[in-house]
């Protein structure tokens, strides 16, 4: 393959270096002013945070406005228009499709000329050469900004159209796995959901399971330990006693922590006062959130052997009588709706909910027989299993899709036979 050097580096013959400004009919971004929002408006007013992972994401926290807001508001976006999230988070891309919403400032928007395949370009502006550039651009001391100067300056690789469309659809069939491995996590993620909703109140037995559960207050079931109280500036990178941190619960996406696979910070023993040191099957649960939904997430202590570990600040730590809990069923404790009813009655706060122990412990719950609770941990853990292989299988997905972009993009891997090799 025939290489010649540019300003930015080397690409093949044919291909050259333009700026995003020559490419483009118009770079802009959305409006500096707040509009009127509307409960019943079928439009939506939409930020930086709203764009990722190639789509424009809307959420119960997305503001509605109505059409007149629309008509006052909207920019000139159409099939050849790509979003880029400019204040924060940088980067951020989407494509935009025809979704009916007004840009917020953080969201800038190139239209495309017609010349240009726009999900080539999309692709393009995740190269390396583009985030650096972005990268030097960036203005702003506590939140980050890119200015639409830099973004019109920003230099791409542009081989021609055939080769242009020839990776973009490359490129498109490896996000369609990985948007099919989304949709797939997702469905599981709900079946597993309503699987709980079944399962953990009592509303589906499983087979040779019957009789009413057995209400027991948490208090007596339940033994509650010392913890630490430590701020992240006491933890260290090595030590002899590892240390978790209400934020390493919060940071979990998974119910149960595995201390063979979780990288946990460490602590001198000497700062951490009495605090028991942990066994399998402990359960640490967050005695603070800034939302609801936050309060009470736990999880429960797996991997524990040859390790000294402590739960520290902000956390209630907890030990279930052997004779009372099956091994994992704690995980979900947090899931049961009678619990998360509980938490979100006695939580205290404004901006940041709170409880205690003394308030975990008089919670009242209907549970079941430990065998019992033994088959739901098993039908829920396999639904776990098979989850945690698909997240798996999605990013290998991904890895596999930027090797292609470090390829193609590049021009180190040809998928349209180059004039020279032809003629």
């Not at 985030?131 to 030097?136: G, K, P, V």
């Not at 339940?222 to 913890?227: A, E, G, M, W």
């Amino acid at each position: 393959m025939t290489e010649r050097q540019t300003e930015v580096g080397a690409i093949p013959e044919g291909w050259i270096i333009v700026n995003l400004e020559e490419i483009t009919t118009k770079i802009g971004d959305g409006i500096h002013a707040t509009p009127n929002y509307s409960n019943n408006g079928e439009y939506y007013f939409i930020n930086g945070n709203n764009i990722r992972d190639g789509r424009i994401i809307i959420t119960e926290e997305t503001k509605n406005v109505d059409i007149s807001e629309f008509k006052r508001y909207r920019k000139d976006l159409g099939e050849s228009t790509v979003l880029l999230s400019i204040n924060g988070t940088i980067g951020n891309l989407a494509l935009y499709r025809g979704e009916p919403v007004i840009l917020g400032k953080s969201v800038a928007y190139l239209n495309i000329r017609d010349q240009i395949e726009k999900t080539y370009l999309h692709h393009a502006l995740q190269t390396d050469l583009v985030a650096n550039q972005f990268n030097d651009g960036i203005t702003g001391t506590t939140i980050n900004n890119l200015g639409l100067g830099t973004i019109r300056n920003t230099q791409i690789a542009l081989p021609p159209l055939p080769e242009q469309r020839a990776i973009a659809t490359a490129l498109s069939d490896a996000d369609g796995l990985i948007g099919a491995l989304d949709a797939l996590i997702e469905k599981k993620r709900a079946i597993k959901q309503a699987a709980m909703q079944q399962l953990l109140t009592g509303k589906k037995r499983l087979p040779g399971f019957e009789g009413e559960w057995e209400t027991k207050r948490l208090g007596d079931i339940l033994t509650f330990l010392p913890t630490a109280n430590n701020p992240r500036a006491d933890l260290t990178d090595d030590g002899d006693i590892q240390y978790i941190h209400y934020g390493d619960v919060h940071a979990q996406t998974k119910s149960i922590l595995d201390c063979n696979v979780c990288a946990l910070p460490f602590i001198d023993r000497r700062k951490v006062g009495s605090a028991t040191y942990l066994e399998d099957g402990d359960l640490i649960m967050v005695d603070a959130s800034e939302d609801l939904e936050g309060t009470g997430k736990s999880v429960e202590i797996q991997g524990i052997s040859g390790r000294n570990v402590i739960a520290g600040l902000h956390t209630i730590s907890c030990r279930g009588n052997s004779n009372q809990w099956a091994k994992g069923f704690k995980a979900y404790l947090q899931f049961t709706p009678a619990f998360k009813s509980a938490l979100t009655r006695i939580a205290t706060g404004i901006s940041v909910y709170a409880i205690s122990k003394k308030q975990i412990a008089e919670i009242e719950l209907a549970l079941p027989s430990v065998p019992e609770q033994e088959a739901i941990v098993s039908i829920l853990s396999d639904m776990d299993a098979e989850i945690a292989a698909l997240e798996r299988r999605r990013e290998k997905a991904k890895q596999i899709k930027q090797g292609m972009m470090q390829q193609l993009l590049t021009g180190r891997v040809r998928l349209v036979e180059p004039p020279e090799a032809a003629a």
